[in-house]
C-alpha cells in the first residue's frame, strides 16, 4: 500500500501509513524501509530520512541493496554528497542505479570533477551506464566546459545504441551548444528520433546564442509547423535570436505572438531581450517607453541592456538616463559604471571617464576581474590579465610576440582608446597585448592540433581592441577561435566574427 502510494507520487498518504505501521508496532522489512527512505528523498526531508537511516543500521536491512540505494539517493537529494558516498561504499552491491545517484549527487552539487571520476569508475567496474547515469555525466560535462570528455561519453552512448534517447541527446545539445560546437549540436538534434519541448528549446537558444540566429527563427517554425507548443524558454530564444541578428521587424513579431499567447505569462527575461533588440536597432525613445509601461517592474538587468545599446550608438543621453536607474535600484552594479565609463571614452569625454572612476571608488564598488580560461581533455587553463604563472609562460608571450609582428604586417593598429581608458574589463595597468583572452588564445595555438578550433571562454564581455586582434588572428593562423563571453558567442572565421563586430 505504501510503495503504491510513493509510485503515484502520493507521498504525504504514503509517509501518514508507514506512521500508523509504526505505532502499530509492526516490524518494518527492508522494501519498507526502501520506500519511505524514497519518498524522503523526493521531498528532501533529510530530517526523517536519518531518522530512519539509523532504524536501518539498527536492524541490518542496510546491507540490503534496495535499502542502500535508496539511502544514496536520499543524501544525494538532499545535498549531502558525502553522507552518500559513506553509504554507497559500505554498501555490499553497487548496481546502476546507487551509481547513477552518486554521478548524479555529485553533478547537483555543482561537483563535477568528482562527478566524471566516479563516471569512469563505474565504466571501469563494467557496470553499463543507463540513460539516467549519461545524462549526468554529459551535464557534469557541460558544466565543466569539457567538450573533448563529452565527446568520448558521447561515443560511448552511440556504442550503448542510447544516443536516439531523448534524455541523452538534450544533455548532448546543450553540452554542444555551451561549447560553441552548434554544427555537433545540430547534428545531434537532427539524428533524435523523438524531441520533446526541452530539445527544441535547447537548439533554438543554442542557435540564437551562438549567432546563427536566421537558423534559430527557422527550427522554431519548423517547431511550430510540428504542432509543438512553444514556452516561455522558446521565446526568449527566439527573441535572443533577434537581438544577435538585429532582426527588428522580426524580434516585435514575435514579442506580439507572445503577448497574444494566454498559456505563457510575459517575464523579465522576455522584456530584456526586446529592450536589447529595440536599443540595437537605434529606437531608443521606444525602447525607454516600453520599459517605462512595462506591467511588471523592470530589475537592473532591463537598463543595463539599454545601456549596453547605448554603448553600441554611443548615445551619451540615454546611458546617464539609463546607468541613474540602474544605480537607483542596484547601487553596487559595477557593469553600469564600466558600461557608462567607456561610453565617456568613445566619445573622447575623457573628463567624465576619469569622474565615473572616482565615483566607483568612492562608493567602494570593486569591478570583476577579468578571466579567460580553455578547456582541452582533462585539465583547464585559467588566465588573468598579464598572467605569468602558466607553466608554459615563455611560449605563451613568445607566440603573443610573433603574432604582434604579423599583426603589424597586415595593418592593425592597436585601438589606443581600450589601452587608456577602457576600465571595462581588465586593469589599464597592463599593456592591452597581454589581456585574459590573448593570453588563453595563445596558449591554445601552442596546445592544440594546427588546424584545430580553438575555444576560449571569458567571464567578461570581450574587449573590443581583442575583438578586432582576434578576427585577424584566425585569418593569420589559418583556424576557427570560438570565444563565449559573458553575453554571447564570437565565431572567429578567416578575419571575420560571427556577431558582426554588433555585440
Ligand atoms: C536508469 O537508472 C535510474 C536510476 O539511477 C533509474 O531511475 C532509471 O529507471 C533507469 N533507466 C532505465 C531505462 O533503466
Ligand atoms: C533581473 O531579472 C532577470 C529575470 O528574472 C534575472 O535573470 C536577472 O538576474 C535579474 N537581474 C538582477 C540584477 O537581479
Ligand atoms: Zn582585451
Ligand atoms: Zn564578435
Given at each position: 500500500m505504501i510503495s503504491g502510494y510513493e509510485r503515484n507520487g502520493e507521498n504525504d498518504m504514503a509517509l501518514s501509513l508507514f506512521r500508523r505501521m509504526w505505532v502499530s508496532n509492526i516490524k518494518p522489512t527492508s522494501s519498507t524501509f526502501a520506500c519511505v527512505v524514497t519518498v524522503c528523498a523526493k521531498i528532501s526531508d533529510l530530517g526523517l530520512g536519518s531518522q530512519l537511516h539509523g532504524h536501518v543500521v539498527r536492524t541490518g536491512y542496510n546491507f540490503d541493496t534496495y535499502v542502500s540505494t535508496s539511502l544514496v539517493t536520499l543524501y544525494a537529494d538532499c545535498k549531502q554528497v558525502e553522507e552518500s558516498m559513506k553509504v554507497f561504499y559500505e554498501s555490499a552491491d553497487r548496481n546502476v542505479v546507487s551509481w547513477t545517484a552518486i554521478v548524479t549527487g555529485y553533478g547537483v552539487n555543482g561537483r563535477h570533477e568528482d562527478a566524471l571520476h566516479e563516471?569512469?569508475?563505474m565504466v571501469s567496474f563494467g557496470i553499463r551506464p543507463n540513460q539516467s547515469t549519461f545524462t549526468s555525466a554529459l551535464n557534469s560535462c557541460c558544466g565543466l566546459e569539457a567538450l573533448e570528455r563529452g565527446k568520448k561519453i558521447h561515443a560511448r552512448t552511440i556504442k550503448q545504441g542510447l544516443d536516439f534517447d531523448v534524455f541523452v541527446g538534450n544533455s548532448l545539445i546543450v553540452l554542444y551548444s555551451r561549447c560553441g560546437d552548434m554544427n555537433d549540436g545540430l547534428k545531434v538534434f537532427s539524428l533524435m528520433g523523438l524531441r520533446n519541448i526541452v530539445s527544441w528549446n535547447t537548439i533554438v537558444v543554442g542557435c540564437a546564442q551562438n549567432g546563427y540566429g536566421l537558423l534559430a527563427i527557422r527550427i522554431f517554425d519548423d517547431m511550430m509547423a510540428s504542432f509543438v507548443?512553444?514556452?516561455s524558454i522558446t521565446f526568449v530564444g527566439v527573441l535572443t535570436a533577434c537581438?544577435?541578428?538585429?532582426?527588428?521587424?522580426?524580434?516585435?513579431?514575435?514579442?506580439?505572438?507572445?503577448?497574444?499567447?494566454?498559456?505563457?505569462?510575459?517575464?523579465?527575461?522576455?522584456?530584456?531581450?526586446m529592450v536589447d533588440i529595440l536599443g540595437r536597432s537605434g529606437n531608443f525613445e521606444e525602447a525607454e517607453e516600453f520599459i517605462r509601461s512595462?506591467?511588471?517592474?523592470?530589475?537592473?538587468?532591463?537598463?543595463?541592456?539599454?545601456?549596453?545599446?547605448?554603448?553600441?550608438?554611443?548615445?551619451?543621453?540615454?546611458?546617464?538616463?539609463?546607468?541613474?536607474?540602474?544605480?537607483?535600484?542596484?547601487?553596487?552594479?559595477?557593469?553600469?559604471?564600466v558600461l557608462l565609463s567607456n561610453i565617456y571614452a568613445s566619445c573622447g569625454r575623457w573628463n567624465d571617464v576619469s569622474q565615473t572612476r572616482v565615483m566607483m571608488r568612492c562608493r567602494g564598488i570593486?569591478?570583476?576581474?577579468?578571466?579567460?580560461?580553455?578547456?582541452?581533455?582533462e585539465s583547464r587553463h585559467e588566465f588573468v590579465c598579464g598572467d605569468?604563472?602558466?607553466?608554459?609562460?615563455?611560449?605563451?608571450?613568445?607566440?603573443?610576440?610573433?603574432?604582434?609582428g604579423k599583426l603589424k604586417e597586415y595593418g592593425y593598429v592597436c585601438d589606443k582608446n581600450f589601452a587608456l581608458h577602457d576600465v571595462d574589463d581588465e586593469q589599464k595597468e597592463y599593456a592591452l597585448t597581454y589581456h585574459s583572452e590573448k593570453l588563453a588564445i595563445a596558449f591554445g595555438l601552442i596546445a592544440t592540433v594546427d588546424g584545430n578550433t580553438v575555444r576560449v571562454f571569458k567571464n567578461l564581455r570581450v574587449c573590443g581592441d581583442c575583438h578586432s586582434a582576434i578576427k585577424l588572428i584566425s585569418k593569420i593562423v589559418g583556424r576557427e577561435i570560438v570565444v563565449r563571453d559573458s553575453t554571447r558567442f564570437h565565431h572567429f572565421r578567416d578575419g571575420f566574427c560571427s556577431c558582426g563586430d554588433w555585440w
Open positions: 563516471f569512469s569508475k507548443e512553444p514556452d537581438s544577435h541578428c538585429r532582426l527588428l521587424e522580426k524580434g516585435r513579431h514575435f514579442f506580439q505572438m507572445l503577448r497574444e499567447n494566454p498559456a505563457i505569462d510575459v517575464k523579465l527575461e522576455h522584456y530584456v531581450c512595462m506591467p511588471i517592474k523592470p530589475n537592473a538587468t532591463v537598463w543595463l541592456a539599454l545601456l549596453s545599446a547605448c554603448r553600441l550608438h554611443s548615445n551619451i543621453e540615454v546611458a546617464q538616463m539609463a546607468a541613474q536607474e540602474i544605480t537607483n535600484l542596484d547601487p553596487y552594479n559595477s557593469g553600469a559604471y570593486v569591478k570583476i576581474p577579468g578571466s579567460s580560461w580553455i578547456v582541452l581533455k605569468r604563472s602558466h607553466p608554459m609562460t615563455s611560449e605563451i608571450y613568445g607566440k603573443l610576440d610573433w603574432l604582434g
